[in-house]
């Protein structure tokens, strides 16, 4: 664990962005005593955070070379039930956390060959799964298509409805005392001199500026365009566009209950009978079209999984933006600015990592205690080998 200067006065913090990132670090922050002002260039809640599918999918989603990451997203998944139900607590708003678990399909042979390779390999990491037959499988979800050949089921990969998350969290933000300024960019962060990266003095917003002793970054995908930043302070962020379709149920009758994962799709389940169709992954800058193929895709890859999504009406269709960092794993805790603190880089494990962040972050503000869950993910592993080369790379790739 590193440690800065702990400190008995409540620092004041700015806020850059009301995810759930910013909403989730504001509330903790402003029910610990800091005077918070979050600053959200639209509406609170209603970018990436509201744009995911929700799946708290720490082990199916477990890929090769992401040893420190997956450490990470499992200490996470360990504080979900009981953050959900702290949040619930605070605020009386339903997260419609469910715990069915998530069962990964294979849709032919070929497949189950690939899903098999995956399974022998989350397995080795000693993960919680377990391999069925596609009887097995269509015995707990007896609509899956007939042709199933296998399966793999995570009981603890769970989910939570990602747009009530963000709900609850504005609303204890709001009960903390948090000033949420709405329709408000930040255009750059203020910073005085200094040798090793200076300080931050505040933000500058289009109303004007406004002082604070922390500012926090947690402007999601668009983290990489505030002005104001020294290279080494920049995060590498870009934006990956994911493309989803909102089908609806019967909620007295839906025809899955687990999350479902498929070849190229994952089927989301609310307990409101909305059923999430989720996701391309393109790198495609801020681009929002809905394109054919796209949709295309989607439904053409959940039909495969779950043919009964024939007869569902068709709700909503919609686009988000990931923060991805150039590593895919998140930007956590302290800068070389003093004063500069991360909460960005979340790709397409935010609503998961939301726990893990909002508590380590928080902690780091107010008590300088960098903890070590998130000590790897720091800013400064872009850029400690050889600083002007790294940040040269990190201007081109953002
Ligand atoms: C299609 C899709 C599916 C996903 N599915 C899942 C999933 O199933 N499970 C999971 O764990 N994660 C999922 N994710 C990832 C997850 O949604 C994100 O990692 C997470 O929401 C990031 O939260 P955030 O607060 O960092 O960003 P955001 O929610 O994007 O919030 C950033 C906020 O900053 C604001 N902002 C930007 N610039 C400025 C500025 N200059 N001044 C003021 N405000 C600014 C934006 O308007 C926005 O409100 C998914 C993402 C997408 C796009």
């Not at 609503?351 to 380590?360: M, R, Y």
Request: aromatic share 6%; glycine share 12%.
């Amino acid at each position: 664990m590193q440690h800065s200067e702990p400190s008995t006065v409540k620092p004041s913090v700015a806020i850059i962005g009301g995810g759930l990132c910013g909403l989730g670090i504001g509330w903790r922050l402003a029910a610990a005593g800091c005077a918070v002002d979050l600053f959200e260039r639209d509406k609170v809640g209603r970018s990436a955070s509201w744009a995911a599918a929700g799946m708290l999918a720490a082990n199916v989603e477990a890929e090769p070379g992401e040893d420190l990451l997956l450490s990470l997203d499992l200490e996470s998944q360990r504080r979900w039930p009981a953050f959900a139900t702290e949040l619930s607590a605070v605020t009386g708003v339903d997260l419609g956390y469910r715990d069915e678990g998530t069962i990964v399909v294979a849709i032919d042979r070929d497949d189950a060959e690939a899903l098999r390779f995956t399974y022998e390999f989350q397995k080795g990491l000693g993960l919680d799964i377990e391999w069925m037959t596609g009887g097995q499988a269509r015995r707990l979800e007896p609509h899956l298509s007939p042709g199933i050949p296998a399966a793999v089921r995570c009981a603890l990969d769970h989910q939570v409805d990602n747009r009530q998350l963000v709900v609850a969290l504005e609303k204890a933000c709001r009960a903390a005392g948090v000033v949420i300024h709405e329709n408000t960019p930040v255009t750059a962060v203020d910073i005085s001199g200094g040798a090793s990266g200076g300080r931050v003095s505040g933000v500058q917003t289009a109303t004007g500026a406004h002082r604070a002793d922390v500012v926090l970054m947690a402007a999601g995908a668009w983290s990489y365009d505030i002005d104001g930043l020294p290279p080494m302070a920049r995060p590498p962020v870009r934006p990956l566009k994911g493309q989803m379709l909102g089908l609806r149920m019967d909620p007295r009758a839906p025809i899955v209950d687990h999350v479902v994962w498929g070849p190229g799709i994952y089927i989301v389940p609310r307990k409101d009978g909305r059923l999430i169709l989720g996701a391309t992954v393109e790198d495609k800058g801020f681009d929002s079209d809905m394109t054919a193929g796209g949709v295309f895709r989607l439904l053409e890859s959940a039909w495969e999984a779950l043919p009964q999504i024939e007869e569902l009406p068709l709700d909503e269709m919609w686009v988000g933006f990931r923060p991805t960092s150039r590593d895919d794993a998140p930007i956590l805790g302290p800068t070389p600015v003093q004063g500069l603190v991360m909460a960005t880089g979340h790709h397409r494990n935010g609503i998961l990592l939301a726990p893990v962040t909002i508590d380590a972050v928080s902690d780091f503000i107010l008590n300088g205690a960098v903890e070590s869950a998130i000590e790897p993910f720091g800013i400064g592993r872009f850029y400690k080998r050889d600083d002007d080369q790294s940040s040269n790379r990190a201007e081109r790739r953002a």
